[in-house]
């Protein structure tokens, strides 16, 4: 079983993954980055400025609106493979590049995929394959 701790950067607390990413079929991005599991969000969204530097093709574009119900955004869908606690590989996923924001969130199309535990109590998230 993967385990991370929660992070104390939000008030309250918040369950974080550890993933790296990649083109699919490509080998990973050494560079660690830390997601937010948001069981709330239908997607999964990532920084452009990080998808920018695969130079990954846009999919199509869509619209999406936050949870606040705002005005429809138009934004790019691109194509990754994500890598979980460095060892639990989930091939061509969607994501949205976001503009607006600067971390990764994890969204239900990805945590559906996955055996998850949130462990409040204890501030502990889990993944288990």
Same mark, same amino acid.
């Given at each position: 079983?993967?385990? =991370?701790? *929660?992070?104390? !950067? *939000?008030?309250?607390?918040?369950?974080?993954?550890?993933?790296?990413? =990649?083109?699919?079929?490509?080998?990973? +991005?050494?560079?660690?980055?830390?997601?937010?599991? @948001?069981?709330?969000? @239908?997607?999964?969204?990532?920084?452009?400025?990080? %998808? !920018?530097? &695969? !130079?990954?093709?846009?999919? *199509?574009?869509?619209? +999406?609106?936050?949870? %606040?119900? !705002?005005?429809?955004?138009?934004?790019? #869908?691109?194509?990754? @493979?994500?890598?979980?606690?460095?060892?639990?590989?989930?091939?061509?996923?969607? #994501?949205?590049? @976001?503009?607006?924001?600067?971390?990764?969130? &994890?969204?239900?199309? #990805?945590?559906?995929?996955?055996?998850?535990?949130?462990?409040?109590?204890? $501030?502990?998230?889990? #993944?288990? $394959?």
């Amino acid at each position: 079983m993967n385990t =991370a701790s *929660y992070s104390q !950067e *939000y008030v309250p607390s918040a369950p974080v993954i550890p993933l790296r990413i =990649a083109i699919p079929g490509a080998t990973l +991005v050494r560079e660690e980055f830390t997601a937010l599991v @948001d069981t709330g969000a @239908d997607g999964t969204f990532i920084p452009t400025a990080i %998808l !920018e530097k &695969l !130079e990954l093709p846009i999919l *199509y574009m869509t619209n +999406v609106r936050s949870h %606040l119900g !705002e005005r429809l955004h138009r934004v790019p #869908v691109h194509k990754i @493979d994500i890598a979980l606690f460095g060892s639990v590989l989930l091939p061509n996923i969607e #994501v949205v590049g @976001d503009d607006w924001g600067s971390e990764i969130i &994890l969204g239900r199309n #990805v945590l559906n995929k996955l055996k998850l535990h949130l462990d409040g109590p204890s $501030e502990i998230a889990s #993944v288990s $394959e």
